[in-house]
């Protein structure tokens, strides 16, 4: 049975980090990537950050360049997205996804879901 578990969310003030964490169970996530999404209140979801399987490509939208990381641990089925920097834009719940090989920033392309964690940014 596979599982993707978030966590990590919580209230920070703006400038302040975060470190969210996906565990992913049921199957070796070498050869997967890793979705990040969120969606803020009365907002599509959007995709947010991806890494790729095998060669580890990162991949960020425009909103969150040079203030979030993505990166993996396989040994651990994990990845993790550190969000520094953050700003009440970025409140919302951040979900993570896995599918073959290749980052995409289609939902539909993902085959599994996590439940999402809460980030909320405010003074």
């Known amino acids: 049975q596979v599982q993707v578990v978030e966590s990590g969310g919580g209230l920070v003030q703006p400038g302040g980090s975060l470190r969210l964490s996906c565990v992913v169970s049921g199957f070796p996530l070498d050869y997967y990537a890793i979705g990040w999404f969120r969606q803020a209140p009365g907002k599509e979801r959007e995709g947010v950050s991806c890494i790729s399987g095998g060669d580890s490509n990162a991949y960020y939208v425009d909103s969150v360049k040079g203030r979030f990381t993505i990166s993996r641990d396989n040994a651990k089925n994990t990845v993790f997205l550190q969000m520094n920097n953050l700003q009440p834009e970025d409140t919302a719940v951040y979900y993570c996804?896995?599918?073959?090989?290749?980052?995409?920033?289609?939902?539909?392309?993902?085959?599994?879901w996590g439940q999402g964690t809460q980030v909320t940014v405010s003074s």
């Open positions: 996804a896995t599918r073959v090989m290749e980052c995409n920033w289609l939902e539909a392309w993902y085959d599994y």
